[in-house]
C-alpha cells in the first residue's frame, strides 16, 4: 500500500481528499457524458409502430413474432409474467395504453373483461372455422354469449416425470408423490393454481376447483403431507432445470410445456395425465381496452390465429403447446411432421384431442367457494413448513 | 509585529478564506446529501406509507389500515422466514470473515506491491459478470449428475442431495459477499501499523498470538465492517434461496417476491421490506457501535 495511509486500522485511510481541480474535472466529466446521451442515435426498431404484448415468457420470440413484424414494420415488444395473479397485478397497475394485446389463460378473462381491461371482439374477424370444433366457442373466453378472446395455445396437466427414475405403470396415479422412491424429490411450480388444482383431483374433487370448506380443509392436509417429499419450489425457468439437472424426480401440476422441449433435446423426461384426471390449460389472446392500435392490436390476433401463427406458436422456443386450428394440424404435419408427431397432432394416430374427449380433462379455473388468497396463503404455508 | 491593523485585515482574510473552504465543502458534500434524500429517504418513507394502503381487485389503493402488519407480524410462516433469513445471514457473515481472513492476510503481508495489485484484480472481476449466472453455474455443480457427485461416484460414494439446502444456499451467499469481504479485510490490515506487530515479536510474542492479540484488534473496525457488509448482502439476497434452495423454506426476500406474485400484494410486501430495513439498519448499528465504541474507549 502507498506511504500516504496513515497506519491505525481505519479503512477511511483510504478515502484520500481531491482538489477543487480534481472536482471541476469530474464534473465536466459527468455532464459530458450526460449531453452525449442526447445525440446518441435511436435504436433502428423504435422507428416503426411497437406493439406492447402482456404474456407469459417467450411470446415475443422472434421465432413466432418475425412474420408479423416483417409484414407490417412494428416491434413486438412483451412484457412478461409469471402466474395469472402476476398478469392481473401489471395490468391493474400500469398506465392505460401500457399494452396492446394480452394473452391471459381462460379463467382470467373474465376478470379482465370486469375490470374493463379488454374490448369485446367480433368472431368475424378470426378464423374459427378453421379451428376444432371443441375450440370454437371455449368456455370462458365467451361471455354472456360475446367474444373477448381468442384461443391460441393449450396443454394438459397432470405429472412431468424423469422417464429414468419413474416408469410409466409409477405414474398412472398421482399415489406415486408420496413413494419413498421419490423422497425428497418431488418438485413444485412455484404458482398454487395448478400444483393444488392436480392435488384436488387427486382427493376425489371433480371438479377440482369448486369446492366446499371441509373439502378445502381436506385438501391443504394433503397438501402439507407431500412436504417431506418436496425437493423445491421453481419458478418457471428452474422447473426445466431441475428436471434437467435431476434435482427432481417428478412434478404434479405441469405438463407437456415443460417435458416436451426437454424431450426434444434428449432430457429423459416425459408427462401423463393419471388415472385421477388433469387441468387444461389455455392461452388466449385479448384486445387492450386502452390500446392506441387496436387495428394493430387485431392484426397480431389475426395472426396468431392463422396457420401459420399457430404452427410457430406451438413451436414456441420456450415451451411448446398444442394449438386448436386443424388448419394449423395440417401445415405442421405437412412441414414439421416429426414435431407434429412429438406433439401428438397427427390425424392418424392417437392424439391430444382423443384425450379431450376421454373426459380425465377439467379446465383449470380459479377458486370458486374460496377465494384466490385462502389458496394462496395454503401455498404459502406449505412452502415454509 | 502584528498590529492592530493588521490583525484586523488578517482576521478577515482568515474569515474569507473561512467562508471559502465552507462553501467548497458544502458543494461537495450537498450532491450526496440530496441523492440520499431523493432516492433513499424519500422512496423510504414512501415505502412506510403504502404499508398501511389496501389492495381491492388486485388494484393497489391509498388508505390507512394496520390488517398488513397483523397480517404478516403473526403469520407462521414469516416468523420461521424471519429467523431462518437471520441465522443463514449471521452464519454467512462468519464464514466469510474466517475464510476470507487467511487471503486477507497473505495479500496484504506475504506478498509484493504487483502481486497484491493482481490478486485484487481478480477479487473485483466477477463482479463484472452476471450474478445470476454464477448462481446457475453452482446447479452444474451441485446438482445429482454434477461435478461434485460424479466425483464422489468415482471413489464410490455418494450421491448426495445437495441442492435445496441451507448448506448451498450458504455458498451461494459467500459468492456474493467473499470477494468483497476478502477485499475489506486487505485494506484493513495492509492499514495496520507494521511496527506494532514487530515490536510483538520483539517481546517474545508467537506469530499466531501476534495476530489473535495484536493484528486482530487494530484492524477491528475493517473487519467488523467486513463482517457487516456480508450480513447485509446475504440478509437481502433473493437469487441464492430461489435458485439453489429452492426456496425450502423461503427467505424473507422470496416471502417478499411471493406477496407481490400472489395478488399485488404490494402493501404486505413493503411491510416485509420495511423489517428487513429495520433489522439491517440495528444490526448496522450495533455492529458499528460494537467496531468504533472500543476505539473510542481505549483513546479516552
Same mark, same amino acid.
Given at each position: 500500500m502507498n506511504d500516504n495511509w496513515r497506519p491505525n486500522g481505519d479503512f477511511r485511510a483510504l478515502l484520500s481528499r481531491p482538489n477543487r481541480r480534481q472536482l471541476i474535472r469530474g464534473t465536466g466529466a459527468v455532464a459530458g457524458a450526460a449531453a452525449l446521451s442526447g445525440v446518441m442515435p435511436a435504436p433502428s426498431w423504435a422507428e416503426g409502430e411497437t406493439l406492447n404484448l402482456l404474456s407469459?415468457?417467450?411470446?415475443?420470440d422472434a421465432a413466432v413474432v418475425k412474420p408479423f413484424e416483417d409484414k407490417y414494420h412494428v416491434k413486438v415488444v412483451a412484457k412478461e409474467y409469471v402466474g395469472g395473479e402476476a398478469m392481473l397485478a401489471l395490468i391493474n397497475q400500469?398506465?392505460?395504453?401500457?399494452? @396492446?394485446v394480452v394473452l391471459a389463460d381462460a379463467e382470467y378473462v373474465g376478470m379482465l373483461r370486469d375490470g374493463g381491461f379488454i374490448e369485446q371482439l367480433n368472431p368475424? @374477424?378470426?378464423?374459427?372455422? @378453421?379451428?376444432w370444433p371443441e375450440f370454437q366457442k371455449f368456455e370462458g373466453h365467451w361471455l354472456d354469449g360475446k367474444l373477448y378472446s381468442v384461443i391460441t395455445r393449450f396443454g394438459y396437466l397432470g405429472l412431468a416425470y424423469r422417464t429414468d427414475m419413474l416408469s410409466d405403470d409409477d405414474v398412472k396415479s398421482y399415489k406415486i408423490l408420496w413413494d419413498p422412491k421419490v423422497k425428497g424429490k418431488v418438485g413444485f411450480f412455484d404458482w398454487y393454481l395448478p400444483s393444488m388444482g392436480c392435488l384436488s383431483l387427486y382427493s376425489?374433487?371433480?371438479?377440482?376447483? @369448486?369446492?366446499t370448506d371441509a373439502a378445502f380443509a381436506k385438501l391443504k392436509q394433503t397438501l402439507f403431507s407431500l412436504k417431506p417429499e418436496s425437493a423445491g419450489f421453481y419458478p418457471m425457468a428452474a422447473v426445466f432445470s431441475s428436471l434437467t439437472n435431476g434435482t427432481t424426480a417428478v412434478i404434479p401440476g405441469v405438463g407437456d410445456w415443460v417435458a416436451l422441449l426437454l424431450a426434444k433435446n434428449g432430457v429423459p423426461v416425459s408427462a401423463t395425465v393419471p388415472a385421477e384426471g388433469g387441468l387444461q390449460w389455455t392461452e388466449s389472446l385479448s384486445i387492450c381496452s386502452?390500446?392506441?392500435k387496436k387495428d394493430l392490436a387485431k392484426a397480431f390476433i389475426q395472426y396468431m390465429a392463422s396457420p401459420e401463427g399457430q404452427v410457430r406458436t406451438g413451436r414456441l422456443p420456450a415451451y411448446w403447446a398444442s394449438i386448436p386450428s386443424k388448419a394449423g394440424w395440417q401445415k405442421m404435419n405437412a412441414e414439421f411432421p416429426a414435431d407434429a408427431k412429438t406433439l401428438r397432432h397427427t390425424f392418424s394416430e392417437r392424439n391430444v384431442m382423443d384425450e379431450y374427449k376421454e373426459g380425465k380433462i377439467f379446465i383449470r379455473k380459479t377458486p370458486v367457494k374460496q377465494s384466490i388468497e385462502t389458496w394462496n396463503e395454503a401455498w404459502t404455508e406449505f412452502k415454509s413448513l | 509585529m502584528a498590529t492592530p491593523a493588521r490583525c484586523l485585515s488578517m482576521t478577515a482574510s482568515g474569515r474569507s478564506k473561512s467562508a471559502a473552504s465552507l462553501a467548497f465543502n458544502l458543494s461537495w458534500v450537498t450532491p450526496p446529501l440530496l441523492w440520499q434524500l431523493l432516492f433513499f429517504l424519500v422512496p423510504l418513507g414512501f415505502l412506510v406509507a403504502v404499508t398501511f394502503w389496501s389492495v381491492r381487485s388486485f388494484r393497489l389503493t391509498p388508505d390507512f389500515v394496520l390488517a398488513n402488519w397483523s397480517h404478516i407480524l403473526t403469520a407462521g410462516f414469516f416468523r420461521s422466514a424471519y429467523v431462518y433469513t437471520f441465522a443463514l445471514a449471521a452464519l454467512t457473515a462468519v464464514l466469510a470473515s474466517v475464510v476470507a481472513f487467511p487471503a486477507a492476510y497473505t495479500m496484504a503481508f506475504k506478498v509484493g506491491p504487483g502481486s497484491r495489485r493482481f490478486l485484487i484484480f481478480l477479487l473485483v472481476?466477477?463482479?463484472?459478470?452476471s450474478y445470476p449466472v454464477r448462481i446457475y453455474s453452482w446447479q452444474v455443480v451441485?446438482?445429482?449428475?454434477g461435478i461434485v457427485n460424479k466425483l464422489l461416484g468415482l471413489m464410490s460414494l455418494g450421491p448426495l442431495n445437495?441442492?435445496?439446502t441451507p448448506w448451498v444456499t450458504i455458498v451461494g451467499y459467500l459468492t456474493l459477499a467473499l470477494p468483497l469481504v476478502i477485499l475489506l479485510q486487505t485494506f484493513a490490515l495492509a492499514n495496520v501499523d507494521r511496527t506494532l506487530v514487530e515490536a510483538a515479536k520483539n517481546l517474545g510474542c508467537s506469530p499466531l498470538r501476534a495476530v489473535i492479540t495484536v493484528l486482530i484488534p487494530a484492524a477491528r473496525v475493517g473487519l467488523i465492517v467486513a463482517a457487516a457488509f456480508a450480513f447485509v448482502l446475504a440478509f437481502g439476497d433473493y437469487i441464492s434461496p430461489l435458485l439453489?434452495?429452492?426456496?425450502?423454506?423461503?427467505t424473507l426476500s422470496v416471502l417478499l417476491a411471493d406477496q407481490v406474485k400472489s395478488g399485488n400484494h404490494w402493501p404486505r410486501a413493503a411491510v416485509i421490506a420495511v423489517v428487513m430495513v429495520l433489522t439491517l439498519m440495528t444490526i448496522l448499528l450495533i455492529m458499528l457501535g460494537v467496531a468504533y465504541g472500543q476505539g473510542r474507549r481505549r483513546t479516552s
Open positions: 407469459w415468457p417467450g411470446h415475443g400500469s398506465p392505460p395504453g401500457s399494452y @396492446d368475424a @374477424d378470426y378464423p374459427f372455422g @378453421d379451428f376425489g374433487n371433480k371438479p377440482p376447483f @369448486d369446492i386502452s390500446s392506441p | 472481476v466477477p463482479f463484472f459478470t451441485f446438482s445429482p449428475f445437495l441442492l435445496n439453489l434452495g429452492g426456496s425450502k423454506p423461503p
